[in-house]
């Protein structure tokens, strides 16, 4: 059994910044990648950023240059630091963790409310 806890959304006016923190529990002896996806009722989940065991990360082009992923393996946590925060960003976001043998696990996400 893996859970994963989000945290860190809110209310937010245009221009400013929120960071998002999820951490993974459980049964996890390889953590391949974590990730962060945002959705809206009645639309399809999109990537916001990734980052793998190596380090490596991708980000949405919409986000480039204002979001920050990171990790702490010891706390098996990922970070979304968003900067410039627009009304667009405005959406429910999930953490998305890559672990094991080609499993996953989703949170249950954090709402992130951007005013103008």
């Known amino acids: 059994q893996v859970q994963l806890v989000e945290s860190g959304g809110g209310l937010v006016q245009a221009g400013g910044s929120l960071r998002l923190s999820c951490a993974a529990s459980?049964?996890?002896?390889?953590?391949?990648?974590m990730g962060w996806y945002r959705q809206v009722p009645g639309k399809q989940r999109e990537l916001v950023a990734i980052i793998t065991s190596g380090g490596t990360t991708k980000y949405a082009d919409s986000v480039q240059g204002r979001f920050t992923i990171s990790r702490d393996n010891a706390k098996n946590t990922v970070y979304l630091q968003m900067n410039s925060l627009k009304p667009e960003d405005t959406d429910g976001y999930y953490c998305?963790?890559?672990?094991?043998?080609?499993?996953?696990?989703w949170g249950q996400g954090t709402q992130v409310t951007v005013s103008s």
């Open positions: 459980g049964s996890i002896f390889r953590i391949n990648a």
């Open positions: 998305e963790l890559d672990f094991n043998l080609l499993r996953s696990s």
